[in-house]
């Protein structure tokens, strides 16, 4: 039986959600909290796990909208740069 924790639940959860919300590392702020960064991580990971979306869950209309508006520019734009590339080495073997 595990032995009961020294931090609330609200503080785990506030923690978790600065840790979130910051540019910093977990390590960095678990340090500006006094805590070991491994036990915010841990934290974290948990939170992540209980929140993360159903693999079985439908995209909103939102996220069905922005991923075919932007799939189409990424597509292009991978393929102009395949091009350019097959270009470039095509000119480097007629220089040969």
């Not at 609330?8 to 500006?32: G, H, M, N, Y």
């Not at 992540?48 to 292009?76: F, M, Y």
């Not at 091009?83 to 480097?92: E, I, N, R, T």
Request: proline share 5%.
């Amino acid at each position: 039986m595990a032995r009961p924790s020294w931090y609330s639940p609200v503080f785990r959860e506030e923690a978790v959600q600065i840790a979130l919300r910051s540019s910093k590392t977990i390590s960095e702020t678990a340090r500006d909290l006094e805590l070991n960064p491994e036990t915010l991580r841990g934290w974290v990971k948990k939170h992540l796990k209980q929140h993360e979306p159903s693999v079985d869950a439908d995209l909103t209309v939102s996220e069905r909208a922005r991923l075919s508006l932007g799939l189409p520019k990424q597509v292009g734009a991978w393929q102009a740069r395949r091009s350019a590339c097959h270009a470039h080495v095509c000119a480097l073997y007629r220089t040969k």
